[in-house]
Structure formats: structure tokens, C-alpha cells
């Protein structure tokens, strides 16, 4: 089992860029893939990026060449670098840990564990 906890959220201007984090906790970080999600309100949530066990990574289209996902296995800790914000990437994310560690996954249903979330907000 293992924990999850985001950080580095906050309110940012147009054009900004934030540097998420999510840290975890527990045993075995390196064999899970992990996943960002996001939720804005009203909206269903939807994929952002995800990273293998292996350092495989996949985008969002709409977050391809804005936002870059990492992790470090030694710190047990994932990143989100958002640059080039925009309003419509407002919302809550969330970070989430799929036990498929070699898998792509799009879709949240793939992941056992999730953060509480950190919110975004970008102002125009």
C-alpha cells in the first residue's frame, strides 16, 4: 500500500507555471506506474500525464509540450512541471498510483491509490 500526498499547488497568472509534487509514502514506490489527474468544477475528472515504473511517459494532448511529468524513484516523489498556463487548466490535481507499473494508463479506473489533491487556479 502506499501513500500519497500533492503539493505545490496555488494561483498562478496566465502564461505562469507551477511545479507539482506528490509525495509517497509506504513501501514500494518504484513498481508502480504513477498518474496527475485533474478535476475542474462541474467537470468530469480526466487524464493529464503518466510516468511507468520505467520512466515511460504519456500527455494529455492538450498538456503535450506544456507540461512535463518525472518522478525520483530515491525520493519516492513524482513531478508535474505545468508550464504556458492557461484558465482551462484550472482544478483540482491529484496524483494516483496504478499497480500495472509497465502500463500507459488513461483512465483513473487503472489506479489503486490516490492523493487528496492540490488545487490550481490560473487567473486571466
Known amino acids: 500500500q502506499v501513500s500519497l500526498v500533492e503539493s505545490g499547488g496555488g494561483l498562478v497568472q496566465v502564461g505562469g507555471s507551477l511545479r507539482l509534487s506528490c509525495a509517497a509514502s509506504g513501501r514500494g514506490f518504484s513498481a508502480y506506474g504513477m498518474g496527475w489527474f485533474r478535476q475542474a468544477p462541474g467537470k468530469q475528472r480526466e487524464f493529464v500525464a503518466t510516468?511507468?515504473?520505467?520512466?515511460?511517459?504519456s500527455y494529455a494532448d492538450s498538456m503535450k509540450g506544456r507540461f512535463t511529468i518525472s518522478r525520483d524513484n530515491a525520493k519516492n516523489t513524482m513531478y508535474l512541471q505545468m508550464n504556458s498556463l492557461q484558465p482551462e487548466d484550472t482544478g483540482v490535481y491529484s496524483c494516483a498510483a496504478n499497480p500495472n507499473r509497465f502500463r500507459i494508463d488513461r483512465s483513473p479506473m487503472a489506479y489503486n491509490y490516490w492523493g487528496q489533491g492540490t488545487q490550481v487556479t490560473v487567473s486571466s
Open positions: 510516468i511507468t515504473a520505467t520512466g515511460i511517459t
